[in-house]
């Protein structure tokens, strides 16, 4: 089992940044893959970016690239999220996920989720 408990959501203004944080527990085979999904009222949720931790590749939605950052520190077994010049459309509930492997940005592949947390971003 994978328990995963994400923080660090809050409100900004247009152009500010956050860092969110995603705590792992459980069985550390079981999350080789983690990812960010975000989920807009009337939306879909979506894939933000993943990582694979074996060997620390990346992927990124093309609407974040090169904002966003995903990044985990083993040690802690924390994931996190640093997400830079924000914007009005960013805005949504984050949710952290992990899966054992075959790391994809398909929401549907994820086996493990958080319970999320809110970013709003301001004009």
């Known amino acids: 089992q994978v328990h995963l408990v994400e923080s660090g959501g809050g409100s900004v203004h247009h152009g500010g940044s956050l860092r969110l944080s995603c705590a792992a527990s459980?069985?550390?085979?079981?999350?080789?893959?983690m990812a960010w999904f975000r989920q807009a009222p009337g939306r879909q949720r979506e894939a933000v970016a993943r990582?694979?931790?074996?060997?620390?590749?990346?992927d990124y939605a093309d609407a974040v690239r090169g904002r966003f950052t995903i990044s985990q520190d083993s040690y802690t077994n924390t994931l996190y999220l640093q997400m830079n010049n924000l914007k009005p459309e960013d805005s949504a509930m984050y949710y952290c996920?992990?899966?054992?492997?075959?790391?994809?940005?398909?929401?549907?592949?994820?086996?493990?989720w958080g319970q999320g947390t809110q970013v709003t971003v301001s004009s």
């Open positions: 996920a992990a899966r054992q492997d075959l790391c994809t940005m398909v929401e549907a592949m994820y086996i493990y």
């Open positions: 990582i694979y931790l074996p060997i620390l590749t990346t």
């Open positions: 459980g069985d550390r085979t079981s999350r080789n893959c």
